[in-house]
């Protein structure tokens, strides 16, 4: 069986391994070393990356007797190997992972809130806790114990132990085998059943910052980083305070101030601009009504939106009886919209012609819509509607 080197230390980053025995299986080898300190993934920690005698590793898994297999698209030349494991992202796991186990321990002895699943990812890291809400204070308190724990420096001490031994721990929760039972111990604070790597003291965890919470059914969901992750996302955030601060020409404290007032000023002008709409459309329904002879009004806009030409509609109508027939060239789109005056269903008439233009849409009888993925289909279906209205009207 495969000696297994990140159980002996998780530091373990190079070394040399014998190939015990290798197959092929749909155009890939599948390697099984003497010795390996490449992690499969399991227990909510991702694999690790890295090479065998400068091979890429494909993946990494567990066999049925659990040995561990590498797979690699080619054969290596030699039964004696060089492995290099991706050291920069197992300590990242060795991180993540070590700190969610402080984390999940300060939760349990400030609020018995007892930690339900665990998420490792690339970008968050996450534990969902047994209790439905979560407040801001609780955080606050959260990460100042958390951190002070990391501060202490505590040993992580990480052994094996059979099922009798077990029943003579304080583990936070029964582990699901009965054999090669593996506990993580984090001094005075916590005995966890577990098969991840971790690193050796709190110190190494570094920090832990609490991102953000977010309610999940009867739990609360805490994201957070550690370590290397948190210092990025420091520097990132930092980066882009001191940015807005610099384009709003004041100090960081008082970027929010700003914010609330540039808020306010865009509502005043929004409603400003709102009230110029609404006068520009009543202009451009009299300019309409006065160029109809009491027929539809069709009219081709270069500019305007459909959400645009269904408020003129409205505006004209509620001045005259016209049928509107109206297109939007922005968005390739036509509107036909009568207030009961004219003698067809709208719906009707747009599933019987549309098709023949390649478009798409529908409606009810006094009003319907449709759009084009093409400009000429959409000026031919234009033009033939309005012939169409025109006779109709006559």
């Not at 993946?59 to 590498?70: A, T, Y």
Request: glycine content about 6%; charged content about 25%.
């Amino acid at each position: 069986m495969t000696k297994k080197l990140y159980y002996v230390s998780s530091k373990v980053s190079k070394w040399e391994a014998k190939i015990l025995e290798i197959f092929e299986e749909e155009g890939f080898y599948y390697i099984l070393l003497d010795e390996t300190a490449f992690y499969p993934e399991g227990g909510g920690q991702p694999r690790d990356t890295g090479t065998i005698d400068g091979i890429p590793i494909l993946d990494i898994s567990l066999n049925e007797n659990g040995d561990i297999l590498h797979k690699l698209k080619c054969k290596p030349i030699s039964l004696f190997v060089h492995c290099v494991l991706d050291w920069e992202r197992r300590f990242d796991h060795m991180q993540q992972h070590s700190g969610q186990h402080l984390l999940s321990a300060v939760c349990q002895e400030l609020f018995q809130a007892r930690t339900v699943s665990f998420h490792l990812g690339q970008d968050f890291v996450y534990i969902d806790i047994s209790t439905p809400s979560w407040t801001d204070e609780q955080t606050f308190e959260t990460e100042q114990l958390v951190n002070q724990y990391i501060y202490e420096n505590r040993k992580l001490h990480t052994y094996f132990v059979t099922s009798d031994q077990l029943q003579t721990l304080p583990v936070v929760k029964m582990p699901t085998v009965t054999e090669d039972i593996r506990i993580v111990e984090i001094e005075g604070i916590e005995y966890n059943p577990c098969g991840g790597t971790h690193v050796e003291q709190t110190g190494e965890i570094g920090i832990i910052k609490i991102i953000k919470t977010e309610k999940q059914k009867d739990c609360t969901r805490l994201y957070f980083k550690c370590g290397s992750r948190a210092l990025h996302d420091f520097t990132n955030s930092l980066n882009i305070l001191s940015k807005l601060s610099s384009k709003f020409n004041t100090g960081r404290v008082d970027i929010l101030n700003r914010v609330e007032k540039l808020e306010n000023d865009h509502d005043k002008l929004t409603l400003a601009y709102e009230k110029l709409k609404l006068k520009h459309l009543e202009f451009l329904a009299e300019s309409l009504l006065t160029h109809n002879k009491d027929g539809v009004i069709h009219h081709v806009f270069a500019d305007q939106t459909l959400k645009e030409l269904q408020l003129l509609s409205s505006t004209i109508h509620q001045k005259e009886k016209s049928p509107v027939l109206f297109v939007s060239v922005k968005e390739q789109k036509v509107l036909l919209a009568h207030d009961g005056s004219l003698l067809i269903h709208c719906g009707d008439f747009f599933k019987r012609w549309l098709p023949s233009y390649n478009g798409k849409g529908g409606g009810k009888a006094k009003s319907a819509q449709a759009g084009f993925t093409s400009q000429a289909d959409l000026m031919d279906f234009y033009t033939f509607a309005a012939d169409k209205l025109d006779n109709m009207q006559e």
